[in-house]
């Protein structure tokens, strides 16, 4: 489907309160924003659903190769609190989601944290390009090691997680990378270390296709740029699996 103009891919929102949520709360952060936008979106128009926001059809089928909405919050400073927040879509947020992101002024964090929402501004641009893209949060695999019959993984159970990343790659249409080199834990820019299981590894509201193990981190080179947002994986349209360029 064609994007039009008047639809842009990409909102983005700042978070402002007395305390704001940890790095690690990212996956809770961005289902509790979700139930909140799709709630003002039913109270606007008369109890609909907006499948952008859902990820359903109106009979309830899931919408197909990742094209509804990625909610995904981050840390623009680098102090291990959220701070903003990215809406992206690739076919657009049409005049009724634009609304509900209008009206949305308000949204919580865990321990009923109170978080004012500021607008910033809509973008039709990407992130990226870039050659070199690296973890945010843990990127958690989507399966299990297969063991037995003829469709059994041949590769050792250690690099299950670096599999299953370059399957995920695939299956978004992106190029085959380079290298994927593991990172044994998330530095913040003054330093202090985060340890990829220091994340919340499990959505709240929701289930999805899951792997058994904990989430790990990656960096990621192409041989040529690729545009994001990136985010693979268990809960990618929660902000788990999320990449940024290196």
Not at 68 to 76: E, K, Q, R, S, V
Not at 179 to 197: A, C, H, I, Q, Y
Not at 210 to 218: M, P, S, T
Request: one cysteine or more.
């Amino acid at each position: 489907m064609a994007i039009k103009e008047t639809q842009p891919r990409l909102m983005r929102f700042a978070l402002d309160g007395v305390v704001l949520p940890r790095l690690t709360e990212t996956v809770y952060v961005a289902e509790l924003a979700r139930k909140r936008v799709q709630g003002i979106f039913g109270k606007l128009f008369e109890g609909a659903s907006s499948p952008v926001f859902s990820g359903k059809q109106a009979d309830g089928s899931p919408l197909a190769e990742h094209r509804h909405a990625f909610f995904l919050p981050t840390d623009d400073d680098g102090d291990g609190k959220l701070d903003h927040f990215i809406f992206y879509t690739a076919e657009g947020f049409g005049p009724q989601e634009m609304r509900a992101l209008d009206v949305w002024r308000e949204t919580r964090g865990p321990g009923s944290i109170i978080l004012n929402v500021v607008w910033l501004g809509s973008d039709d641009k990407p992130f990226g390009p870039a050659r070199l893209w690296r973890s945010v949060t843990p990127f958690i695999g989507t399966r299990h090691y297969k063991e037995r019959g003829a469709k059994r993984d041949t590769f050792p159970r250690e690099q299950l997680a670096e599999m299953n990343l370059r399957e995920e790659l695939a299956r978004r249409g992106l190029p085959a990378p380079v290298r994927v080199t593991p990172l044994k834990e998330l530095v913040l820019p003054g330093g202090r270390p985060l340890n990829w299981r220091d994340f919340r590894q499990q959505r709240v509201f929701g289930d999805g296709r899951r792997g058994a193990d904990f989430g790990k981190g990656f960096e990621i080179e192409f041989a040529e740029p690729v545009s994001g947002p990136l985010a693979l994986g268990y809960a990618c349209h929660f902000g788990l699996g999320l990449f940024v360029t290196a």
